[in-house]
């Protein structure tokens, strides 16, 4: 009794220790990178930010409570070219991806704000650094028409979906990390939503390659340390 009294406790003992040495352990060390508000050009090719427009988009007050407890830092923006084409952008950085601190996909955060999800679509955005897995949604509430791309970053790698999102998540946590992440989202307000997301591409391959090379990781992970194509 004596001796498997000795083997439950060692086992006991031994399970805790794995148990420990297993559990993500948040990175709590300065980030790399500085505020949004710093490292997004306000200018670059013959984008500007429009003088005349609000935010990124309209977000409820309930709402935007909620991302601000999720989000270590956000950015929202509206663009304008020379052709006077507009674009929102939208940023959302979270310090740690854990199970109940990850970006939120604009399909959830669209429909809690009343509007309707009329497709969504897997795509590759084609940017100096490679092409980058993104989403493609519509989203219309009344006259509204919303075309929307938007990419995640968690950690190193660029996914799109729950699944990936998922899957970086778990893999860094095996190592017993739990990264960052970032949602890149630009929208337009355009009835004709396939000119919409060409907008969207063009802006946001400019985008990245405005951004400082020692920046473009925090928005397009490993993708962002290789040369421009």
């Not at 993500?24 to 508000?37: A, E, H, I, N």
């Not at 009329?118 to 006259?143: C, D, E, H, N, Y």
């Not at 960052?180 to 939503?193: F, M, Q, Y």
Request: contains cysteine.
């Amino acid at each position: 009794m004596l001796r498997r009294s000795f083997l439950a406790s060692v086992v006991m003992v031994a399970t805790a220790g794995a148990a420990q040495v297993l559990k993500p352990r948040p990175d709590t060390g300065p980030s790399r990178f500085g505020k949004l508000d710093d490292i997004v050009p306000k200018q670059f090719g013959t984008w500007q930010i429009d003088p005349y427009a609000g935010g990124g988009g309209v977000v409820n007050p309930s709402l935007e409570k909620v991302l601000n407890t999720l989000y270590s830092d956000q950015l929202s923006r509206t663009y304008v070219n020379s052709a006077g084409q507009r674009v929102m952008l939208s940023l959302a950085y979270g310090r740690h991806q854990s199970r109940d601190l990850q970006v939120h996909k604009p399909e959830v955060c669209y429909v809690a704000q009343g509007f309707q999800l009329l497709s969504s679509a897997k795509v590759a955005v084609a940017t100096p650094f490679g092409a980058l897995p993104a989403m493609r949604i519509v989203a219309k509430q009344g006259g509204r028409n919303e075309p929307v791309t938007y990419w995640i970053r968690i950690g190193d790698k660029v996914i799109r979906g729950w699944w990936e999102q998922n899957q970086a998540r778990v893999a860094y946590g095996l190592r017993g990390l739990v990264p960052d992440g970032l949602l890149v989202r630009a929208s337009t307000i355009d009835s004709n939503s396939a000119r919409g997301f060409e907008i969207q591409e063009r802006f946001m391959a400019e985008l990245v390659a405005a951004v400082a090379p020692e920046n473009r990781p925090m928005f397009v992970g490993a993708a962002g340390t290789a040369g421009a194509a």
